[in-house]
């Protein structure tokens, strides 16, 4: 079966780092599209950034140049790596896996296609 579980969420101080992580099995993720996104309490949940199989990526405005998703092929994980964090970014972190696509695209954040979800992982960015 196809799974995802995301790890590597916690509590940090503003300005701080955290890396999260997303093990796929049951499918090989080195063709598909594979997103993080995030959701606040009260709020929507928001498309973060986007990972393609040639790893051209995509990022919200709200976290470009501090976060980077990369991907390792050979351990099957894509990561998000998380700087400069704000209070803004707390949320439950989502990664998700769009089987019909190689290639993220402009919409990526609100797309149907993402079927496959991890179980979340919570970040809290407090002082």
């Known amino acids: 079966q196809v799974q995802l579980v995301e790890s590597g969420g916690g509590l940090v101080q503003p300005g701080g780092s955290l890396r999260l992580s997303c093990a796929a099995s049951?499918?090989?993720?080195?063709?598909?599209?594979i997103g993080w996104f995030r959701q606040a309490p009260g709020k929507e949940r928001e498309g973060v950034s986007c990972?393609?199989?040639?790893?051209?990526?995509i990022y919200a405005d709200s976290v470009k140049g501090r976060f980077t998703i990369s991907r390792d092929n050979a351990k099957s994980t894509v990561y998000l790596q998380m700087n400069s964090l704000k209070p803004e970014d707390t949320a439950v972190y989502y990664c998700a896996a769009d089987l019909s696509r190689s290639r993220c695209y402009a919409g990526y954040d609100n797309s149907p296609s993402f079927k496959n979800w991890g179980q979340g992982t919570q970040v809290n960015v407090s002082s």
């Open positions: 990972i393609s199989n040639d790893r051209s990526t």
């Open positions: 049951g499918f090989t993720p080195d063709y598909y599209a």
